[in-house]
């Protein structure tokens, strides 16, 4: 049984294919920073044009400043802190679970309400 994708085809060549593909992704996405700099801010707020390698520093400045991000989503921090939230409410009585829901209050943690109110059916 013979494989006959693309990358098996390329040999040793997909360890060039692939940090190729990486650099050139990365490469055009500093060029769109640079014309999105160059075509609007100027107009708006007055300031100077920029060159690609400018770009690309303003873009490691931002990860640098905001974070390279990879804690969202459904592995995140948010959903770790969602588990164990959710972890404590099941270990509450009914009683713990109404105080707490009216100290959180429902305007502002409306869904954790709709989830105390659908483990409280399941129980009974």
């Known amino acids: 049984m013979r494989r006959n994708n693309f990358i098996e085809r390329m040999g040793k060549g997909k360890y060039v294919f692939i940090p190729l593909m990486v650099f050139s992704m990365m ?20 300031v100077a044009t920029i060159t690609f390698w400018q770009s690309a520093g303003i873009i490691v400045l931002c990860k640098l400043l905001f974070g390279f991000g990879g804690m969202g989503g459904p592995g995140g921090r948010g959903a770790f802190r969602k588990r164990q939230l959710a972890e404590k409410m ?17 305007h502002k943690f409306g869904r954790f309400g709709n989830w105390c109110r659908d483990e409280k059916e399941e129980g009974k």
């Open 90 to 106: 099941k270990s509450m009585s009914p009683e713990e679970l109404e105080r707490f829901k009216e100290r959180m209050g429902e």
């Open 27 to 46: 490469a055009l996405f500093t060029y769109v920073v640079m014309l999105l700099w160059n075509n609007i801010l100027p107009d708006v707020i007055h």
